[in-house]
């Protein structure tokens, strides 16, 4: 019998603002149990780390970056390696706040921790994340944690971890648009700057839509981009293409995707913007940039 999992079954979770529950009262009392419950303790293979000291890498003031402390709650660690942090909020805080899924995503992220999960808990609800995609893979009322308890237990209970950790070595490198809307601000209009830009394909996808992708490292991890233009912008790139791969590329579209391999790489700068679609399928979401102009490399 799971004596922890016995204890989380007894709370009264609707009844937590009532009995005055602050946000150390989650973590002492529902979080810590459950993640006892998982398997995890504060030694062995399988370890708690509370609070742990990281440097917030996207704090600037001015043009100067200064070191700026963060903590995350709890971060879970297999065999030496972070595999999940877990972000705590009182019971009177929404967890789907943008705010606070951004905070646990950059520390899921961040160079010294780099976890495949994050997730968010306020004593109520438990939302779990994976970080290559923008959706939760499991959202629940703890109020049923008996229902949801195995499904968690598969994800993130130290028996399936490392099954887990295997297989993410396999999954497709994590989307850079996702990745880029997880830590800008919603309240205003983002522009990504890119310099240096290889292009040695372009796609047509679309009626006047066309399409690059490119791999890029990003505190210490591979992102892969999907940037979008129009036909617009395609006339930027004329002076660097092909007579031929131009008149390829602007052909109408009859419903078939065309793929242009181009004879001499393109160096370029661009600056893009976020997309406002997110696309799935089987292995994977994504979120294309949209490409607002190409600019020549300054020497």
Do not use: W
Request: net charge negative; aromatic share 14%.
């Amino acid at each position: 019998m799971n004596q922890y999992l016995e204890e989380l079954k007894k709370i009264e979770y609707k009844k937590l603002e009532n009995y005055g529950f602050k946000e150390i009262d989650v973590r002492e009392e529902i979080v810590m149990p459950l993640l006892k419950a998982l398997g995890y303790n504060f030694t062995g293979d399988f370890k708690i780390i509370r609070e742990k000291k990281l440097i917030n890498p996207f704090n600037m003031v001015g043009t100067k970056k200064y070191p700026i402390n963060i903590f995350p709650d709890y971060i879970l660690e297999c065999k030496g390696k972070c595999c999940c942090i877990i972000e705590v909020k009182s019971p009177y805080k929404t967890l789907k706040k943008e705010e606070y899924i951004g905070q646990a995503y950059s520390y899921a992220v961040h160079r010294e921790v780099q976890a495949e999960f994050y997730a968010l808990c306020n004593g109520k609800s438990f939302i779990l994340y994976r970080t290559n995609l923008l959706r939760p893979i499991l959202e629940f009322d703890l109020e049923e944690i008996e229902i949801y308890f195995d499904y968690l237990n598969k994800f993130i209970g130290i028996n399936s971890i490392e099954k887990n950790e295997a297989e993410n070595k396999n999954r497709i490198v994590k989307d850079l648009g996702i990745h880029l809307k997880m830590i800008s601000s919603s309240e205003v209009e983002h522009r990504f700057y890119f310099s240096n830009f290889l292009i040695d394909s372009i796609m047509l996808i679309d009626n006047n839509t066309y399409c690059i992708t490119e791999n890029t490292l990003l505190e210490g991890d591979e992102y892969c981009g999907t940037f979008d233009f129009n036909s617009e912008k395609l006339l930027q790139l004329k002076p660097y293409l092909k007579e031929k791969e131009f008149e390829e590329l602007n052909r109408v579209f009859d419903g078939s995707p065309v793929i242009v391999d181009l004879e001499d790489i393109i160096k370029i700068d661009i600056e893009c913007e976020l997309g406002e679609k997110i696309f799935e399928n089987k292995n994977e979401q994504y979120m294309p940039l949209k490409i607002r102009n190409f600019f020549p490399v300054k020497n």
